[in-house]
Structures are given as C-alpha cells and as structure tokens.
C-alpha cells in the first residue's frame, strides 16, 4: 500500500503524487465517493460499464438542475428534448 500527505487548494485542488499516477492517464476521469470522513478516490475506467454510464448519466443531470437553478436553460419541444437526452 502506498501513503502520502498532499495538500488541497484554496480551490479544492489536489495534487495525486506522481508515483501513485504511473498508470493513470492524462485526463482521466476519476470518481470520488466521501463516506463521513473518508474520501476515496476511483478511476473511472475501473467501474463496470453500467455503473459508470448510471454516475455519468447522474454528473450530467446534476449539472443540468444547477444550470436550472440558475435560469440558464432554455425551452424545447419534448421530441426535441429526448433526441438530445438520447446523445448522451
């Protein structure tokens, strides 16, 4: 098991040391699960594939109520909405 200390920015960025990312790919996705204090740290090419299109379907549809939230959004026909519900 390997262990290191890496710090969070004001940004909530961090930093994965560079011997525990030999394998992981330059924009590789990665998933985070918190479980109280836990956080742990997934890539998501290691998820089977339908769990990974149910988290990646949920990413989207969370971004989407926030962009609602917000009033960014815009009206469509409902065939219109399921042609484009179908891209993803």
């Not at 011997?19 to 790919?25: A, E, I, K």
């Not at 960014?72 to 409902?78: D, G, L, Q, S, V």
Request: glycine letters at 6%.
């Amino acid at each position: 098991m390997d262990v290191a200390i890496t710090r969070m920015s004001s940004k909530g960025q961090i930093v994965i040391p560079a011997s525990m990312r030999t394998d992981l790919p330059e924009g590789e996705k990665i998933l985070i699960i918190r479980e109280g204090a836990r956080i742990i740290l997934k890539p998501l090419s290691d998820i089977e594939p339908a769990l990974r299109e149910d988290i990646l379907f949920a990413e989207k549809t969370e971004a989407a109520f926030g962009e609602y939230a917000k009033r960014n959004f815009t009206k469509k026909k409902a065939g219109d909405f399921i042609k484009e519900m179908d891209s993803w």
